[in-house]
């Protein structure tokens, strides 16, 4: 009988050992400031580029769907926008690294970028 009931407690207890374990892994809160993170380091990766301040382009939107890399590369997969404005982003955006953030390895984002002078 005791065997029976110290055999319960084992399981009882791994399971919430392995419970806790995977709420730790995948914290929604981790994921949200390393989120925050990816979006301060591109914009400040992004800036009104140099190239059209000399043209009569005031305004422009560049919308652009990018994924995270395993090795924190980003990965425009689709994006729309003045052909001036989105080769220039995209020229950026590719030679950015993130790093330790491979918490949002694999994942899709869009951003959408207002230049104006």
Same mark, same amino acid.
């Given at each position: 009988? %005791?065997?029976? $009931? #110290?055999?319960?407690?084992?399981?009882?207890?791994? #399971?919430?050992? &392995?419970?806790?374990?995977?709420?730790?892994?995948?914290?929604?809160?981790?994921?949200?400031?390393k @989120?925050? %993170?990816?979006? $301060?380091?591109?914009?400040r990766?992004?800036?009104?580029?140099? #190239? !059209?301040?000399?043209?009569?382009?005031?305004?422009?939107?560049?919308?652009?769907?990018?994924?995270?890399?395993?090795?924190?590369?980003?990965?425009?997969?689709?994006?729309?926008?003045?052909?001036?404005?989105?080769?220039?982003?995209?020229?950026? &955006? @590719?030679?950015?690294?993130? %790093?330790?953030?491979?918490? &949002?390895?694999?994942?899709?984002?869009?951003y $959408?970028?207002?230049? !104006?002078?």
């Open positions: 009988m %005791k065997t029976i $009931r #110290i055999f319960k407690s084992l399981i009882i207890a791994m #399971i919430v050992f &392995l419970a806790y374990s995977t709420y730790a892994t995948i914290d929604p809160t981790n994921i949200s400031s @989120e925050n %993170k990816m979006d $301060r380091v591109i914009a990766a992004i800036d009104f580029p140099s #190239i !059209s301040k000399n043209d009569n382009c005031n305004k422009a939107t560049v919308s652009v769907d990018l994924k995270v890399a395993e090795d924190g590369h980003i990965i425009v997969k689709e994006i729309n926008g003045n052909p001036t404005f989105t080769s220039y982003v995209k020229e950026k &955006l @590719e030679s950015l690294v993130l %790093k330790k953030m491979s918490e &949002l390895t694999g994942k899709s984002f869009i $959408r970028f207002v230049f !104006s002078k």
